[in-house]
């Protein structure tokens, strides 16, 4: 392999190792055996150590977290200027004249400047306000891509664009209840996640950087070209925007180019950038008070359409925040059809002065998310909601700096108790599949699912769910099927679902266990008799006893208990009791280790994620690899047994 390939294979192996590892720790599932992830991860180290190339998010890299009170302060040693702009393409192939030009991704995201030394990464600074940035080093050593040690061991200076991507940004909002109301696209959580406080929350936000520039490189010769400038970067180790060689002959046919791929791209863009490949050339033509006058940014042309307003949808978020919607008569951007857009906040529906009927014109952001650029008739006759969607509660204005919004008081309201649902649903609690915090979402907002019982009426809405886009008769039918699997459950699954505080799935199956699996006997337990159970305590126990004695929370509970059959788990043998096993590794007879884990509860066993002095044995098929868990019981003098010497000590059915 050249060296290019290697480094491609570094990335290759970092991403299918972090992968193993998720699915391995924080799924409880296997895509590859101890001894091949243990193959790739040497061979990794072995690449690294030939190419001096480290990613910050390499498994052989333990990034320390960092928190600081506050992010520290520093200049430029020379300012960071915008670009001058133009939406006209013609004006981009005038520019550029005789000249040999690159074009590239306008990323859209927040600029960051790193400084190398020795080949480590010692200074990451944002651009701020062009003069002075924000130190955040720290964060930086987080970035998904982003090289810590690179083969180059002069000091090395180079610009480039943290972005998050699309996917990754609807997946954070799905997950994190503040996003909602905080970030509305991409470079806004981009810009709160780098310039978080706490490292560790940076890590969580999948930040990549694109190298866009080269500042310095300390004795390097690139021959007067910005296109081996882009070359040195990428053999270093960074990714760089993508780019291409132009002239005024294939300018225009390039721009095209970027047009038909934008509209996929997952990176968000508002544009290119054109500049010179003639560094001397660019230099000598100096700048002007606010733009470097060897380069120029080209702006995506609003394709905007007019369209006339239908109403105002508010919509109620699991934070309580309020959401506007417009919607409005069909119209096609950029070769889709658009109905909706979002007006993210009540100063923006105040400002646009909307009324049902009203003439509007809207285009796509970045050619991707659809917006209202103005409102033509400003009517003012929309009347704003003064009680929730969902709950039918009084709503508040709440004003944060310029910004004014609308939140649902009612601490009760179900568009708060989004995540309560998904648990009860959850495959360690009821186990309704198809039941996604999407779908939740949706019911809940259209008023569908006010508590858990509700969920066994869903039936009663087929018309409207059936209309519901993604949901035909088929995915409907597929979905009531399997509430009404559901229906039979655990008693522990039922404790589990109700997502009463400290009482998960292992605390609920030990409660069941002593009290035989009696929901009457629970309910009825004192405080101290639950305390007495092995590993429960006093702080369990009363959030147990606390919850079953809260009129409001009985009430909930019996009327979900109308729905249920509650069936008793058979402890069919008594090898196990009292005893805890560990499990890694891929198995033979089970489809996962979840399923071999249920057996050993069912039969009055605990499976533990880690290895102790009290773990009765590790079950695991490749006796003899030299994965950490082995090394550990052997540390430990922990019997290592596979699969099958497992089944038939322990008298498991299989």
């Known amino acids: 392999m050249d060296m290019g390939q290697k480094r491609d294979r570094i990335r290759y192996l970092v991403d299918v190792l972090n992968k193993a590892s998720k699915a391995y720790y924080g799924e409880d599932r296997e895509i590859m055996s101890n001894f091949e992830y243990d193959k790739l991860y040497d061979e990794l180290e072995a690449l690294e150590k030939e190419c001096g190339m480290v990613l910050a998010n390499s498994p052989t890299v333990k990034v320390g977290y960092q928190a600081v009170e506050e992010l520290p302060k520093e200049r430029h040693q020379s300012p960071m200027l915008s670009l001058d702009k133009t939406k006209e393409r013609e004006t981009l192939r005038e520019w550029l004249k005789d000249k040999e030009g690159l074009l590239s991704w306008k990323l859209d995201g927040l600029t960051i400047v790193l400084t190398y030394n020795q080949g480590k990464l010692v200074k990451a600074v944002t651009r701020g306000n062009g003069e002075v940035g924000e130190v955040i080093t720290g964060n930086a050593r987080t970035f998904m891509n982003l090289p810590l040690e690179i083969p180059f061991k002069g000091e090395l200076v180079l610009r480039g664009e943290a972005v998050i991507g699309y996917s990754d940004f609807n997946k954070i909002n799905e997950s994190m209840p503040e996003s909602a109301e905080a970030y509305k696209n991409p470079r806004n959580l981009c810009s709160g996640s780098v310039r978080q406080l706490n490292s560790e929350i940076t890590a969580q936000r999948r930040v990549k950087f694109f190298a866009f520039n080269l500042v310095s490189a300390e004795d390097t010769d690139f021959h007067n070209s910005k296109l081996k400038m882009f070359e040195f970067l990428s053999e270093q180790g960074f990714e760089v925007v993508e780019h ?4 005024a002959k294939d300018i225009l046919e390039r721009i095209e180019f970027f047009a038909q791929k934008i509209e996929g791209y997952d990176i968000p863009s508002d544009g290119l950038v054109l500049t010179y490949n003639d560094i001397e050339y660019g230099k000598s033509l100096g700048r002007t008070a606010k733009f470097p006058r060897d380069s120029i940014a080209f702006k995506w042309a609003d394709d905007i359409k007019e369209t006339s307003l239908k109403y105002v949808e508010w919509s109620a978020s699991r934070t309580g925040l309020i959401n506007p919607v417009a919607v409005f008569d069909s119209v096609e951007l950029e070769g889709t059809s658009v109905s909706r857009a979002s007006l993210h906040n009540l100063s923006i529906v105040e400002a646009l002065e909307l009324g049902e009927g009203d003439t509007l014109q809207v285009y796509k952001a970045n050619m991707i998310i659809p917006q209202i650029a103005e409102n033509l008739t400003r009517s003012n006759t929309l009347t704003i909601p003064d009680i929730c969607p969902v709950c039918g509660g009084k709503l508040s204005v709440v004003q944060e700096k310029e910004t004014k919004s609308l939140y649902c008081t009612n601490d009760d309201c179900a568009a708060k108790q989004i995540k309560s649902f998904a648990h009860f649903v959850s495959r360690d609690a009821i186990n309704i599949e198809g039941l996604s915090e999407a779908t939740l979402e949706k019911f809940v907002d259209m008023g569908f699912i006010r508590e858990f019982a509700d969920i066994y ?13 993604g949901f035909g008769e088929k995915s409907f039918n597929n979905l009531m099927e399997k509430i009404e699997q559901s229906r039979k459950t655990t008693c522990a699954g039922f404790l589990s679902a109700l997502g009463i505080l400290n009482v998960g799935g292992a605390n609920a199956k030990l409660i069941c266990r002593h009290f ?50 509650i069936v008793k788990e058979e402890n069919t043998n008594s090898l196990l009791s009292g005893k805890t096993f560990v499990i890694t590794g891929s198995l033979e007879h089970f489809s ?63």
């Open 516 to 565: 035989n699996d009696d929901l009457n006997a629970i309910e009825n337990a004192t405080c101290e008799e639950i305390a007495s159970i092995d590993h429960i305590g006093e702080v369990i126990a009363s959030s147990l006893y606390d919850y079953m004695h809260d009129p409001a929370k009985k009430g909930m509970m019996d009327r979900i208990l109308k729905e249920l059959e």
């Open 592 to 654: 996962s280790r979840n399923d071999l884990k249920d057996i050993i509860e069912k039969m009055g066993g605990k499976v533990s994620g880690s290895i102790s002095a009290k773990t009765e044995c590790l079950i695991n098929n490749d006796i003899n690899s030299a994965s950490s868990k082995n090394k550990k019981a052997k540390e430990l003098g922990i019997r290592i047994v596979s699969e099958d010497d497992f089944i038939k000590e322990y008298e498991i059915p299989v």
């Open 457 to 469: 009426h869903l039936s009663d809405h087929r018309e409207a769910i059936t209309s519901m886009e």
């Open 244 to 247: 291409y060689v132009v002239t």
